[in-house]
């Protein structure tokens, strides 16, 4: 079992940056592939970003350039960067933990893009 608990959304000014960051207990985190979904009101989850074990990284396109993803093994925590952030980045940001025939969720937080 991966428990995950999500910290740093916020509301923040169009062109702003937020950092959030998730954190896993319950198993061997450098060995899960972690990512951050997002899923806006009305809209299907999407995936933001996802790193895997091997520190390989993939972004949605729509936030390419403006994103990254890390991860501190030591630390069991997976981080999201978000910088130049658009009103259209609005939502709830979930982070993932996949392993071999299992997938875990945080619980979420909300991010708001507004002036």
């Known amino acids: 079992q991966v428990q995950l608990v999500e910290s740093g959304g916020g509301l923040v000014q169009p062109g702003g940056s937020l950092r959030l960051s998730c954190a896993a207990s319950?198993?061997?985190?450098?060995?899960?592939?972690m990512a951050w979904y997002r899923q806006a009101p009305g809209k299907q989850r999407e995936l933001v970003a996802k790193?895997?074990?091997?520190?390989?990284?993939t972004y949605a396109d729509s936030v390419k350039s403006r994103f990254s993803i890390s991860r501190v093994n030591a630390k069991n925590t997976v981080y999201l960067q978000m910088n130049d952030l658009k009103p259209e980045d609005t939502a709830v940001y979930s982070c993932?933990?996949?392993?071999?025939?299992?997938?875990?969720w945080g619980q979420g937080t909300q991010v708001t893009v507004s002036s």
């Open positions: 790193i895997l074990p091997t520190n390989i990284t």
């Open positions: 993932n933990a996949a392993r071999p025939f299992r997938t875990y």
């Open positions: 319950g198993s061997v985190f450098s060995m899960l592939t």
